[in-house]
């Protein structure tokens, strides 16, 4: 039986097939083109038991391409694989090697093929929490070019509000002035932006029913519900509540020996855009739930607001995890005893 690797960057991938005893039977670098690839591949098709591409963030072409034409593509999780720190010498051909490697001796840590067909909503959805996030980035300047300038800043809501005239009427420099006008036509632009995505969002994807028990948990509405679903995709390829709880970054990462901290591990690792959705659900569950309010301020007693607010992210992304396996709608006294 034969492994391929491939070895991808921006512009070039680095193709290597070994056989049975780890022995190089062809490497090559070609651009990223997948007909040049498949031109590598295609005299060992028959004998190739899957062939390795690494999950960086151009992926897509590839393994859409390659799976389409019938091979077997597995997408290397790049952040649990590790090298023997022990090597004096590494590079682009070593590291397909190595990802082939790893699939001859079954221990590759692969990462999920999101389906095709609804990858395009998933970023979509990616793209309006990346929108509103640079949204609160303009009016946050305004705040502060607000407190600055006038010794008391304003409520976001109060930004969000404020017209051309209002801004010249506050009577401030005229450079203060211009910059306060450029950051609310961007601010405007965002919420445009914003409005058209959560439109097509709203057209295009319907919740499925596994997934309308979101829709009971304080804190998430119909925005937030969609953003999870596209993110957590089958949530049965989790087997336990702790992994789905890691990949939404809700987890510490220490390394323990003894009863001692020896070290951190990748605080990184998994999906941002998951963990984004359920910080913003435990902001708006604090406010809304009476429960959630008080595991909130028992931990911000403790800790601080930035670990409180995680801790009662963390609770509500197991409670989801529940939800979606039992089909069962939020239960507050279970997420809060």
């Not at 990802?99 to 793209?127: F, K, N, T, W």
């Not at 705040?143 to 051309?164: C, I, P, W, Y």
């Not at 931990?299 to 509500?316: D, E, F, G, P, S």
Request: glycine share 6%.
């Amino acid at each position: 039986m034969k492994y391929a690797g491939i070895d991808l960057h921006s512009n070039n991938s680095v193709v290597c097939v070994t056989d049975d005893n780890d022995r190089v039977l062809v490497k090559k670098r070609v651009g990223n083109d997948l007909a040049r690839v498949v031109e590598v591949l295609e005299p060992h098709r028959s004998q190739l038991c899957g062939v390795v591409v690494e999950s960086t963030y151009n992926w897509y072409w590839l393994v859409d391409g390659l799976q389409e034409l019938g091979f077997i593509v597995h997408l290397a999780n790049v952040c649990a694989i590790q090298t023997y720190s022990g090597l004096k010498y590494a590079d682009d051909d070593s590291d397909a090697r190595h990802l082939a490697h790893l699939l001859r001796l079954g221990v590759l840590p692969c990462g999920h093929i999101y389906p095709r067909e609804q990858r395009g909503l998933r970023d979509l959805s990616r793209q309006r929490m990346r929108l509103v996030q640079q949204r609160s980035r303009q009016i946050i300047s305004i705040e502060n070019t607000l407190s600055r300038e006038r010794g008391a800043g304003m409520r976001a809501n109060q930004v969000k509000r404020l017209s051309d005239d209002d801004v010249a009427a506050l009577g401030l420099r005229e450079e203060v002035t211009l910059s306060l006008h450029a950051l609310l036509a961007v601010m405007r632009v965002l919420d445009a932006q914003i409005e058209l995505l959560e439109r097509r969002l709203k057209q295009s994807v319907q919740i499925r029913n596994e997934y309308r028990v979101l829709l009971s948990t304080p804190g998430i509405g119909q925005t937030l519900g969609t953003a999870i679903m596209l993110e957590t995709g089958n949530v049965e390829r989790f087997a336990h509540v702790g992994h789905y709880a890691s990949y939404a970054r809700c987890v510490d990462s220490v390394h323990l020996s003894n009863g001692k901290k020896k070290g951190e591990g990748n605080t990184k690792s998994g999906n941002r855009y998951l963990a984004w959705a359920f910080v913003e659900a435990a902001q708006f569950a604090r406010r809304t739930s009476d429960p959630a309010k008080r595991f909130y301020e028992r931990k911000k007693a403790r800790t601080n607001t930035t670990v409180a607010t995680k801790a009662l992210a963390h609770k509500l992304a197991r409670a989801c995890y529940h939800m979606l396996k039992t089909g069962q709608p939020f239960d507050e006294a279970r997420c809060f005893a």
